[in-house]
């Protein structure tokens, strides 16, 4: 069932200033954005906006989440002031060459753009790790969940609209222990306090630099940026199941549409869609 969009709560200064600050690199992003204290999901929230017909670019934020998702079905935690959990409304559908490819690759453009805002707003430098969690070593720092919609704002696999929701762990929280094993933040990384606004605002100026380079077909660049910073995307031992059953392999890349490349003997596989684990 779709979350109704009910009143929203005033933006905090913090993100307020960043934005005003970095208006001119967020082009069409942020030209409205909704804030509150506590929702479901914010995904949610932003396929009720795409329904009622607003242009790409809304962007939908919360102090927490009480039903936040991330891939494959699974709970994003979302402890209050502890991390930005963010959601915004694209069309890749629309670019001018390879809409089907722009769309394909729109998780790996925001994997990149999220490493190159952290960066830029703390000079913290995340891997990726295929296709776009960011990590730190071994531990995660932040996640996407892409969901396609129909015109009509319902899920579909190959919609108009994409709802791209990410969530950025910014300090130290209490997650149950099997998150907390696997865990980081970049309060905990850099060892001092982290404005919230400024991560926010440059996370989103960098997602609208690569999405401008998606809808105007400049797809090398997002490839070239995304392998130079995901190193386990090349000679790593991964595990993953398809259709044949558990298999292995060592990581050989990615292809140009960015699908995961994997060595088994004397074949390499490739793997489009699933739960990959690095041993």
Same mark, same amino acid.
């Given at each position: 069932?779709?979350?109704?969009?009910?009143?929203?709560?005033?933006?905090?200064?913090?993100?307020?200033?960043? &934005?005003?600050?970095?208006?001119?690199?967020?082009?069409?992003?942020?030209?409205?954005?909704?804030?509150y204290d506590?929702?479901?999901?914010?995904?949610?929230?932003?396929?009720?906006?795409?329904?009622? #017909?607003?242009?790409?670019?809304? /962007? /939908?934020?919360?102090?927490?989440?009480?039903?936040?998702?991330?891939?494959?079905?699974?709970?994003? &935690?979302?402890?209050?002031?502890?991390?930005?959990?963010?959601?915004?409304?694209?069309?890749?559908?629309? +670019?001018?060459?390879? @809409?089907?490819?722009?769309?394909?690759?729109?998780?790996?453009?925001?994997?990149?753009?999220?490493?190159?805002?952290?960066?830029?707003?703390?000079?913290?430098?995340?891997?990726?790790?295929?296709?776009?969690d960011l990590?730190?070593?071994?531990?995660?720092?932040?996640? !996407?969940?892409?969901?396609?919609?129909?015109?009509? #704002?319902?899920?579909?696999?190959?919609?108009?609209?994409? /709802?791209?929701? &990410?969530?950025?762990?910014?300090?130290?929280?209490?997650?149950?222990?099997?998150?907390? +094993?696997?865990?980081?933040?970049?309060?905990?990384?850099?060892?001092?306090?982290?404005?919230?606004?400024?991560?926010?605002?440059?996370?989103?100026?960098a997602i609208?630099?690569?999405?401008?380079?998606?809808?105007? #077909?400049? &797809?090398?660049? !997002?490839?070239?940026?995304?392998?130079?910073?995901? @190193?386990?995307?090349?000679?790593?031992?991964?595990?993953?199941?398809?259709?044949?059953?558990?298999?292995?392999?060592?990581? +050989?890349?990615?292809?140009?549409?960015?699908?995961?490349?994997?060595?088994?003997?004397?074949?390499?596989?490739? /793997?489009?869609?699933?739960?990959?684990?690095?041993?």
């Amino acid at each position: 069932m779709r979350e109704p969009i009910g009143p929203s709560d005033p933006l905090p200064r913090e993100f307020v200033e960043a &934005f005003d600050a970095l208006r001119p690199r967020l082009g069409r992003i942020g030209h409205r954005v909704l804030f509150y204290d506590s929702i479901g999901s914010t995904n949610d929230i932003v396929a009720a906006l795409a329904a009622s #017909g607003v242009a790409e670019g809304a /962007v /939908v934020m919360a102090e927490t989440q009480t039903a936040g998702r991330g891939r494959r079905g699974r709970t994003w &935690f979302s402890p209050p002031g502890s991390g930005l959990y963010v959601s915004l409304l694209l069309t890749p559908s629309r +670019a001018v060459a390879e @809409p089907a490819r722009a769309t394909a690759l729109l998780t790996l453009a925001a994997g990149l753009a999220l490493a190159e805002g952290v960066q830029r707003a703390t000079g913290l430098a995340p891997d990726i790790k295929w296709p776009n969690d960011l990590l730190v070593g071994r531990r995660k720092l932040a996640g !996407i969940l892409a969901e396609g919609l129909a015109p009509g #704002g319902s899920a579909a696999a190959d919609g108009l609209h994409v /709802v791209l929701g &990410f969530g950025i762990n910014v300090s130290a929280a209490a997650y149950p222990p099997d998150v907390s +094993a696997r865990a980081t933040s970049l309060e905990s990384e850099l060892g001092r306090g982290i404005d919230r606004g400024l991560v926010c605002a440059h996370a989103l100026a960098a997602i609208a630099a690569r999405y401008d380079d998606l809808m105007a #077909g400049r &797809f090398d660049a !997002i490839l070239d940026g995304w392998r130079r910073r995901a @190193p386990g995307s090349r000679g790593a031992r991964v595990r993953w199941q398809d259709s044949a059953g558990p298999r292995t392999g060592i990581t +050989a890349g990615i292809d140009d549409s960015g699908a995961l490349l994997v060595q088994v003997d004397d074949t390499v596989q490739r /793997v489009v869609a699933g739960e990959v684990l690095w041993d």
